[in-house]
Nanobody
């Protein structure tokens, strides 16, 4: 059974950092194109970052240079390192394997 479990969200001040984790089970993250998306209050879910099976990465313009997606094969986990957070980064962040499997999400709140 495919399962994705996100963690690492929380409350952070503007300019702060967080690292989100997505632990996968039921499949191997190395052989999937993995991604992070987010849904801000009152908005649709949007793309944040992705990492391919060849470790190519792609980012939304709004997070380019601030966020970094990575993968730990030994832990079957995908990470999203988020730096220089701003108020507009407040959202629920979701992990996906791009096969219609999603985690439950983890809340990130940026507030002073």
């Amino acid at each position: 059974q495919v399962q994705l479990v996100e963690s690492g969200g929380g409350l952070v001040q503007p300019g702060g950092s967080l690292r989100l984790s997505c632990v996968a089970s039921g499949f191997v993250v190395r052989v999937k194109n993995m991604g992070w998306y987010r849904r801000a209050p009152g908005k649709q879910r949007e793309f944040v970052a992705a990492i391919s099976t060849l470790d190519n990465t792609k980012y939304a313009d709004s997070v380019q240079g601030r966020f970094a997606i990575s993968r730990d094969d030994a832990k079957n986990t995908v990470y999203l390192q988020m730096n220089s957070l701003n108020l507009e980064d407040t959202a629920v962040y979701y992990c996906t394997n791009h096969e219609n499997n999603w985690g439950q999400g983890t809340q990130v709140t940026v507030s002073s």
